[in-house]
């Protein structure tokens, strides 16, 4: 019974290592979403390109998936 119970807490501790490092990694990837979309507003310009072409003709999703907002980006 002990034995089992070790064995149940120590993969406890793995599952909730594994856990927290899935946490990490999502907060890590929402500050750099965060960093990069938002406060350089990249979605609001791209957002903009979107509503001004749609204005002139319609998109096709090539056309939309090559908006390159920026120098580099």
């Excluded at 501790?13 to 990490?24: A, F, P, V």
């Excluded at 390109?49 to 580099?72: D, S, W």
């Amino acid at each position: 019974m002990n034995e089992q119970l070790a064995k149940l807490i120590k993969e406890n501790k793995g599952i909730l290592r594994q856990l927290t490092d899935l946490n990490n990694t999502v907060r890590g990837l929402t500050t750099i979403y965060k960093d990069i979309v938002i406060d350089n507003s990249y979605l609001e310009k791209r957002i903009r390109v979107l509503e001004q072409a749609q204005t002139y003709y319609p998109m096709t999703e090539k056309e939309i998936a090559n908006i390159k907002i920026g120098g580099t980006d």
